[in-house]
């Protein structure tokens, strides 16, 4: 277990260690959520990803092209439940 000083403007550092651990890098957010019986649960922020982040996901892993037809057919039987 680790033990943080907590300053007399309400502020605690974490070890470079603890900061490790969690994933968490300068910049990065930190989420904090509050549990019962004063108890609080900490990890790193992720941000939500973008559109660009999903469109980039699939390129260069495969060589089929699919016109916009069989495109919005895919997403039409997707969004119907169908496979």
């Known amino acids: 277990m ?14 470079k260690e603890v900061l490790q651990h969690l994933g968490i890098k300068p910049g990065d957010k930190i989420e904090l959520d509050l ?8 990890k790193a922020a992720r941000p939500a990803g973008t559109i660009d982040d ?3 996901l699939l390129a260069g892993r495969t060589k089929k092209v699919a ?7 895919a997403t039409a039987k997707g969004w119907a439940g169908k496979k």
Not at 35 to 42: E, F, T
């Open 2 to 15: 680790t033990t943080l000083t907590v300053t007399s403007r309400g502020q605690v550092t974490f070890r």
């Open 35 to 42: 549990l019962p019986d004063g108890r609080g649960m900490l």
């Open 54 to 56: 999903f469109v980039g």
């Open 67 to 73: 016109t916009i037809e069989e495109i919005n057919a």
